[in-house]
């Protein structure tokens, strides 16, 4: 790999493109590191000085003095950032560690996927048309939520007629209005917090409200208040499966007021879609496996009950309601030849949550 003389963001990144990276990792004294379906790959011999990562990070923030300046009080800074190029946005997270500038960017896609092409279950159907209440979508860093829940959001605009205001940080995929309006708003320009802007959005007519994941419990009552005066809101939690979910959300708050949390979140969710990215066998890359749980009646007894494992006993024989559990979407894609057999026990009930 050349880079001709001078090496730059839009160069790394064009580089990045061509061999199909998902993110770039760029530091002070270490190689350009892209990660190529899952895998992280050392792609060139150059090490990176900091002189290099002071030149790639003002690139990145346009030297804009307000970030140059918030990066420089925090030490961490998220932002967006579109090439020049050929167009392609980027999500970016600068932050410092030991000292040195560090610089992760995800790449974003263009277009919107639809449905159908990332394996999404069937039974989702009862998300589209749902008027009220709250779907999560979660799974542990880089399963591809933030992907599933645009899909999601973009089939709604698609065939239906609505308000749909986004919270983001910052904001990735830019809508652009079908038979749906969209209000997009980016936490730090627009608005100056998550809770802010999803009270905000209760004077601001909204039919469906995307919070872009659910970091605290204020965010949590927030969204719930919400959905409890007939909205649908979308969200993505750090979990990997649906009582973990559940059981995490309700965590989010002090003791004193779980039970009533545990009431408040059985009346108010819809469901939860839970997904991981599982290296395929049949060809290069990686493919989804997915659990769908959808609060039925007797699934909402048992959160107010707070009896978690009959939950999970409810997803494994609820198909007839649309659920599937993670194992059987395995075993699915395993019987298909797609992906290997994996020890599920080990691969999902023992890991450490993200």
Not at 109 to 132: C, F, H, R, T, Y
Not at 202 to 222: G, N
Not at 224 to 237: I, K, R
Request: one cysteine or more; a negative charge.
């Amino acid at each position: 790999m050349s880079w001709e003389n001078k090496l730059t963001l839009e160069k790394i990144l064009l580089c990045a493109g061509t061999a199909w990276a998902s993110d770039v990792h760029l530091c002070d004294g270490s190689d350009i590191i892209f990660r190529i379906h899952g895998e992280l790959k050392h792609s060139d011999p150059t090490i990176l000085s900091s002189s290099d990562m002071e030149e790639l990070f003002l690139e990145a923030v346009w030297n804009n003095p307000v970030k140059i300046e918030a990066f420089k009080k925090t030490r961490d800074l998220d932002f967006a950032y579109t090439s020049q190029l050929d167009g392609t946005s980027y999500r970016v997270n600068a932050y410092s560690k030991m000292g040195k500038i560090w610089l992760a960017i995800r790449r974003i896609e263009k277009n919107a996927k639809s449905m159908d092409d990332l394996g999404l279950p069937d039974w989702l159907d009862k998300v589209l048309i749902a008027k009220q209440g709250i779907f999560l979508i979660t799974g542990p860093t880089g399963s591809g939520k933030s992907t599933t829940m645009v899909s999601i959001i973009e089939r709604i605009n698609q065939t239906r007629e609505e308000h749909i205001i986004t919270i983001e940080d910052p904001i990735e995929f830019v809508f652009e209005n079908k038979r749906s309006m969209f209000s997009q708003r980016e936490v730090g320009r627009d608005t100056l917090s998550f809770v802010s802007a999803i009270r905000s959005a209760m004077r601001e007519d909204p039919d469906i409200v995307m919070v872009w994941e659910m970091r605290d419990h204020e965010t949590v009552e927030a969204a719930m208040n919400l959905a409890e005066t007939w909205h649908l809101v979308f969200s993505t939690l750090h979990t990997s499966w649906s009582v973990q979910t559940i059981s995490r959300i309700v965590q989010f708050f002090p003791s004193d007021i779980q039970e009533q949390t545990r009431v408040r979140l059985a009346d108010s969710l819809i469901g939860v879609l839970s997904q991981r990215l599982i290296p395929r066998v049949d060809i290069p890359g990686r493919v989804w496996i997915h659990e769908l749980m959808y609060v039925t009646p007797a699934i909402k007894n048992l959160i107010k009950s707070w009896d978690l494992k009959q939950i999970n006993n409810n997803i494994v024989l609820g198909f007839q309601d649309g659920m599937i559990h993670m194992r059987k979407s395995a075993d699915r894609l395993r019987d298909q030849w797609v992906i290997q057999e994996i020890d599920y026990e080990w691969y999902f009930m023992n890991e450490d949550s993200e």
